[in-house]
Nanobody, 125 residues
């Protein structure tokens, strides 16, 4: 399995970015994809997750109402639309793939088997 994250960049506060994560190597209908982020000097934290089948979503409180996770099953790609960006959203964003067996555990990193390489998001004030 390979995960390729893209779409990061530099944006001003209040702006928007859309991250993409393309998955390859197997079928994913029973899996879930998550986005995590890690800011300098901080631990990696959960951002959002989505089930490939059915599209159930979950968000961290810090991004609810601003970020939207979605998927395109035909393209095996998950997106993270980030609106109303704040300087505190600055981080390296990682996508990850997990079995999604226990949905309540998807905010936790051990629930994921595969990780992408990360893409930098920088929000200037």
């Amino acid at each position: 399995v390979q995960l390729q994250a893209s779409g990061g960049g530099l944006v001003q506060a209040g702006g928007s970015l859309r991250l993409s994560c393309a998955a390859s190597g197997r079928t994913f209908s029973s899996y879930a994809m998550g986005w995590f982020r890690q800011a300098p000097g901080k631990e990696r934290e959960f951002v959002a997750a989505i089930r490939w089948s059915g599209g159930t979503t979950n968000y961290a409180d810090s991004v609810k109402g601003r970020f939207t996770i979605s998927r395109d099953n035909a393209k095996n790609t998950v997106y993270l639309q980030m609106n109303s960006l704040k300087p505190e959203d600055t981080a390296v964003y990682y996508c990850a793939l997990g079995r999604g067996t226990i949905w309540s555990q998807m905010p936790y990193q051990p629930s994921y088997d595969y990780w992408g390489q990360g893409t930098q998001v920088t929000v200037s004030s």
